[in-house]
């Protein structure tokens, strides 16, 4: 197990442009608000990961599907979400501010939408799924577990830095980081697909 699935889930997770985002939910909260938002999201984020690398394939072989067919489906979220950060978009962002006026509980932002699926959505469910199949030893699979921990800090520090960040950086400074992430993300996902075809056509080969 190499840092391609870290690097992979960063450029999906890209917690860096989810910073406007948090910053518009957390309006109106104390201190100690933000800071709890901070903290179930970075949890949550991690919890998603890990679940996604414990048990990801056994739920894959209880619906009966093969790793092949879910490589080119999570490759095709990959490249959707990838042509979405190229556009300077968050990859998962479905949410507006009429989802967030409908939640009974303005703290529950830090599970819906700020992780799932800001955060986590299906394409980086798909991706930690994909790389569980790789890893072939305990250690392995406990680096993909611990790179969910890496996730959770960097999300914590960007959040916890969200309004610095967005002064240093600007709108543009954000859109161009996103857009140099989606580029990454392209070329991953258009290598996973591949992995999934040649699987699935093994003529594809030659």
């Known amino acids: ?69 879910f490589q080119v489906g999570g490759g095709m979220l990959l490249l959707t979400s990838a042509l979405s950060m190229l556009n300077a978009r968050p990859a998962e962002a479905k949410t507006n501010d009429q989802d967030l006026s409908d939640s009974p509980a303005r703290t529950s932002i830090a599970v819906v939408p700020l992780t799932i699926p800001l955060l986590t959505g299906p394409a980086t469910m798909s991706t930690v799924v994909i790389y569980a199949d790789q890893a072939k030893t305990f250690f392995q699979h406990a680096a993909l577990v611990g790179y969910g921990v890496v996730i959770a800090l960097a999300t914590a520090i960007c959040f916890t830095l969200a309004e610095p960040i967005a002064r240093f950086l600007g709108q543009t400074g954000i859109n161009v980081m996103t857009r140099l992430m989606g580029l990454i993300l392209a070329a991953l996902s258009v290598e996973v697909m591949a992995t999934g075809l040649v699987k699935l056509f093994p003529a594809l080969l030659g």
């Open 1 to 69: 197990m190499d840092f391609k699935p870290l690097i992979t889930l960063l450029a999906i997770v890209n917690p860096l442009a989810i910073v406007p985002f948090f910053i518009h939910y957390t309006q109106g909260f104390s201190r100690q608000q933000r800071q709890r938002t901070v903290m179930v999201s970075a949890f949550s984020a991690f919890a998603v990961i890990a679940t996604c690398a414990i048990i990801g394939l056994q739920i894959l072989e209880f619906f009966s599907i093969s790793l092949a067919s």
